[in-house]
């Protein structure tokens, strides 16, 4: 079946521009994470959705981060007013409903962001 | 704060041989580690994952050391192999608790 799908697979901007980052989830799963990789920094977590309840926002590093879960699906990740720092590979998640941290998350490959 | 040290950052090893990272946690809420394994240009992949009430988990070549009191546990890979050259996370999850908190990664190359 379908994975976690994530587009672009790469986007270079200019500083200063927003961007939007998609991320299509595994039908069926309502838990949905994003995640930052940077080099040296691991996998740093960002935004939690969970079905119809309110998401865990306490990893996004800055008001300039933003993310929305419409119909329960698909996600959009928005970076405003890029900076060179938010240059990473910003990865997606999904997971099935069960509530615990057993739950295996499912990732995407990701979409690379280049900020010149 | 970084909640789950993980150790080494990168690391080489011959064909053949033993490949060890090893992580620690601060938080004794924890109660399931998963070991995440990432290719190039991929996402990371669930590779093996453990609770508390056992000390070793074996799947194939990869084998799971916990030790609760230590607050620690690793990752073993015996006759690692070129395949496994890789960016391999641990992480740490709590009951109840959806969000598991990931180290640093390290990156395994292994050698012909």
């Known amino acids: 079946g379908a994975g976690v799908s994530q587009s672009p697979s790469n986007k270079v901007t200019e500083k200063g521009k927003d961007v939007e980052l998609r991320c299509d989830p595994i039908s069926g799963h309502t838990a949905l994470y994003w995640y930052r990789q940077s080099l040296g920094q691991g996998l740093e977590f960002l935004i939690y959705f969970q079905g119809n309840s309110a998401p865990d926002k306490s990893g996004l590093p800055s008001d300039r981060f933003s993310a929305e879960r419409t119909g329960g699906s698909v996600s959009t990740l928005t970076i405003q007013r890029t900076q060179q720092e938010d240059s990473a590979v910003y990865l997606c998640?999904?997971?099935?409903?069960?509530?615990?941290?057993?739950?295996?998350?499912?990732f995407g490959p990701g979409t690379r962001l280049t900020v010149l | 704060q970084q909640q789950v040290k993980q150790s080494p950052q990168s690391l080489i090893v011959q064909k053949g041989g033993i490949s060890i990272i090893n992580c620690a946690y601060e938080n004794t809420a924890f109660d399931y580690f998963p070991w995440y394994q990432q290719f190039p240009g991929k996402g990371p992949a669930l590779l093996i994952a453990i609770r508390p009430d056992v000390s070793e988990k074996k799947e194939g070549r990869f084998t799971i050391s916990f030790n609760k009191s230590a607050k620690q546990f690793s990752l073993h890979i015996m006759d690692s192999q070129p395949g496994d050259s890789a960016t391999y996370f641990c992480a740490a999850g709590k009951a109840g608790y959806q969000k598991v908190t990931f180290g640093i990664g390290t990156k395994l190359q292994v050698i012909p």
């Open positions: 998640a999904s997971s099935l409903p069960g509530g615990s941290s057993t739950d295996t998350q499912y």
